[in-house]
């Protein structure tokens, strides 16, 4: 139990261009969603965080119009990295808490966006 | 959330117990350690939490000291697959904490045959 999807595992786009990642929580429902950025050698650092039906919290210094986060239903977020650039290359993890399930997070297993 | 520290790498023998320590000497009474590792380009994975009594579960256990300032992850027959990234994080829990990880730098737990 409490298996969370992303896809894509790994994408590569020209600079300029839009890529949306998807996080999915397949057996169980997450009122909240996390996205988490990871360059590399480093840990993970948070970058907004999502609930179902509301706008994304961001973190400060992530630009809420670069990344978009929409999370319309309780078991799927989305993250749109708009406009990409090469420093926008990077691991894309999502995580989510099960509602009013146990109290701690489950990972997706990240999707690596390269931009060239 | 208080601050963790840990060592920033450790070799451990395939088969033996590896142990891994942290410090979170700033705990409140109200926050929890929670375990987390990560394997390389894969997305953590959550291994045990804990706010005083010790706890064992399939895959390690957590001691935490009695006046809550340390605590060791064992995972009790180290494999090969156990290399990994190991963080220990320090968060309030509870019903309403949907609240976010922080993530400090872990330990590189190295296992060798």
């Known amino acids: 139990g409490a298996v969370v999807s992303q896809h894509p595992s790994r994408v590569i786009c020209k600079s300029g261009t839009s890529v949306k990642i998807e996080c999915r929580s397949l057996d169980f429902q997450a009122t909240t969603m996390f996205w988490y950025r990871q360059f590399p050698k480093q840990s993970l650092m948070l970058m907004a965080t999502s609930n179902e039906g509301s706008k994304a919290t961001y973190e400060q210094g992530v630009e809420k119009d670069k990344f978009l986060i929409n999370h319309a239903s309780l078991t799927l977020s989305t993250l749109t990295v708009t406009s990409a650039h090469p420093e926008d290359s990077s691991f894309y993890i999502c995580?989510?808490?099960?509602?009013?399930?146990?109290?701690?997070?489950?990972f997706g297993p990240g999707t690596r966006l390269t931009v060239l | 959330d208080a601050k963790t520290t840990q060592p920033t790498s450790m070799d451990c023998a395939e088969g033996r117990a590896a142990n891994l320590p942290c410090n979170h000497s700033t705990i409140s009474g109200n926050e929890y350690v929670y375990w987390y590792r990560q394997i390389h380009s894969q997305g953590p994975q959550y291994i045990i939490h804990g706010l005083k009594n010790n706890e064992t579960n399939e895959m390690a256990s957590l001691i935490i000291t009695e006046d809550r300032k340390s605590s060791t992850l064992i995972l009790p027959h180290a494999t090969l697959r156990d290399t990994a990234v190991y963080y220990c994080i320090v968060r309030v829990g509870g019903g309403n904490a949907g609240n976010m990880l922080t993530f400090g730098g872990g330990t590189r737990l190295m296992v060798k045959p």
């Open positions: 995580s989510a808490r099960p509602s009013g399930g146990p109290d701690t997070q489950y």
